[in-house]
Structures are given as C-alpha cells and as structure tokens.
C-alpha cells in the first residue's frame, strides 16, 4: 500500500505562483511513476503532469510551459510548481502513483484545493 499526502494548496492572485508537495509513504520503493491530476467543479480529473523514476515527464497542454514536476526520491516528495496561474487554474490538485506513464495508478491523495482569483 502507498499513501500520499498533498499540501501547498491556497488562494493566489492570477499571474502568481504556488508550489505543491506530495508526500508518499508505505510501499513506494516500487513506484516508478507518479504524477499530479485535478479536477475542477463540475468536470472531470484531468491529466497535470507525471513524472517517471528516470525523470522524464509530461505535460497536460494546458499547463505546458507554466508548471513543473520533480520529485525527490529519496525523501519520497514530489512537487509542482505552478507559475502563471489563471483562473482556469482553479481545481482540486491531486497526487497520484503507480500509473503508466499518464495514465493514472491506484494510489491517490486526498487532494489540495488551488483558487486563482483577484
């Protein structure tokens, strides 16, 4: 079993910046690929970014350029950090693992809620 725990989440001012966090523990010595997903109210999760155990990641289209994903194994984290932020930013951000590239894995978090508004 994984357990992953988000923070970081927050009301920022469009044009700001905001860093998330994901903590895992439990059995994560066999994740390779972890990744961030959200969702906002009244639509389906969507992909974020992941990020594989070589370090080679992806983007969803709409946060290309804006956000980036690391993590650092040996302190089981994975990060995001958001710059640019809109109002279509706005979402449940949620940290996932175990999933195929950007394909999501069986282990979620509880989620973080980002609000971009003036």
């Known amino acids: 079993q994984v357990q992953l725990v988000e923070s970081g989440g927050g009301l920022v001012q469009p044009g700001g910046s905001l860093r998330l966090a994901c903590a895992a523990s439990g059995s994560i010595s066999n994740i390779n690929t972890m990744g961030w997903y959200r969702q906002a109210p009244e639509y389906p999760r969507e992909f974020v970014a992941v990020i594989t155990g070589d370090s080679r990641a992806n983007y969803g289209e709409s946060v290309e350029g804006r956000f980036t994903i690391s993590r650092d194994t040996g302190k089981k984290m994975l990060y995001l950090q958001m710059n640019s932020l809109n109002s279509n930013d706005t979402a449940v951000y949620y940290c996932?693992?175990?999933?195929?590239?950007?394909?999501?894995?069986?282990?979620w978090g509880q989620g973080t809620q980002v609000t971009v508004s003036s």
């Open positions: 996932n693992a175990g999933g195929q590239w950007i394909i999501p894995g069986p282990y």
